[in-house]
């Protein structure tokens, strides 16, 4: 998650084994390559766990995006993810990100770009959207998708359009989302509030997995919860959580938000900590 996953947030997570593998946030390039260092420096939190790690990129150009994903193979991830999710409006109006579902053909010839360079045998996936403006998109993108060289789809039910608005109808698009990609494995996402949640969408839609991001923070263990591990509450866990965090010094700049995504923004634990601040300035 761009944002809340920094150093300390991936040292808790992976020193309390919430997690068996990592996908990052998007590294984003747009008409250069980062450098090596840069690369080592963004994926070393997540390859210090030892776990298997999937560098996300971002950005509109083959050329670049394909130099991106070998220096991140060079560097120790196991795959490529490209996002083509994000709807920030930044991101979108340069046609990266979410905007990339805009323009399929262009968005195919980007994935075989980075095919071509990263081989055949590279697990390269994509994280989206069901489409931009309209879920049936998804029925031309992901077909095109597979056919440029993605093997496994990662999809958030909602269109790049209604962000992170309340829409119906997530099981019925994530269904057809697995039947379009078929036989090729979706990974489906959005609003898992719960394992049993969980559970149920998978029957239901005949996924091959679950992301689940926010979910995550308010329990942090939810993962765990799928292997039936005996397994701390929800409240406890966010409370063994926050302490991993303090532990891995979590007082920088992104711990306002942070206290905010795990405990609410009602949460007394988050009111105390904007009072500690504004005692502070
Ligand atoms: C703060 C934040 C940062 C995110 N960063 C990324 C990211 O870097 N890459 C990505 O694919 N999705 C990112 N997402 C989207 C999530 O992966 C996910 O698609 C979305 O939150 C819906 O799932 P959820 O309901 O389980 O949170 C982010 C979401 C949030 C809230």
């Known amino acids: 998650m761009e944002g809340a996953s920094q150093t300390p947030f ?34 070393a939190p997540y390859l ?20 991106l994903a070998v220096k991140c193979l060079e560097a120790g991830a ?29 968005l195919a010839e980007t994935v075989r770009t980075i095919r071509s360079v990263i081989g055949q045998k590279t697990p390269f996936s994509v994280k ?7 879920p049936e ?7 095109r998708l597979a056919d440029a060289g993605i093997d496994k789809f990662f999809i958030h039910f909602r269109t790049v359009r209604e962000q992170y608005l309340p829409v119906p109808g997530r099981t019925e698009r994530l269904r057809k989302a697995a039947a379009a990609a078929s036989p090729l494995p979706v990974i489906v ?20 997995g679950l992301m689940i991001a926010r ?11 799928f292997e039936n591990a005996d397994v701390p509450s929800p409240e406890e866990g966010r409370r063994r959580f926050s302490a991993a965090l303090e532990a891995f010094d979590a007082h920088g700049g992104n711990k306002l938000e942070l206290v905010r995504m795990i405990w609410g923004e009602d949460s007394p634990e988050f009111r105390a900590l ?4 504004r005692r502070k300035s």
């Open 137 to 143: 998109e998804m029925t031309e993108l992901i077909p």
């Open 274 to 277: 904007c009072g500690e601040r």
């Open 48 to 67: 210090e766990s030892g776990l298997p790690v999937t560098a996300q990129i971002m950005g509109t150009r083959g050329d670049v995006l394909g130099e």
């Open 78 to 106: 196991v795959g490529i993810d490209l996002n083509c999710g994000c709807p920030s409006k930044r991101v979108v109006s340069g046609g990266a990100g979410g905007g990339a579902l805009k323009d399929p053909l262009r």
């Open 215 to 225: 979910g995550l923070l308010r329990d942090p263990w939810l993962l765990l919860r």
């Open 128 to 134: 989206m959207r069901t489409g931009f403006s309209d």
């Open 189 to 208: 996402n959005g609003d898992i509030s719960d394992a049993e949640d969980g559970l149920t969408l998978l029957e239901e839609t005949g996924a091959a």
């Open 10 to 43: 991936v040292r808790a997570v992976g020193s309390l084994g919430l997690v068996r593998r990592w996908m990052t946030p998007f590294l984003r390039v747009s008409n250069a390559c980062c450098g090596e260092k840069k690369v080592r420096e963004f994926l």
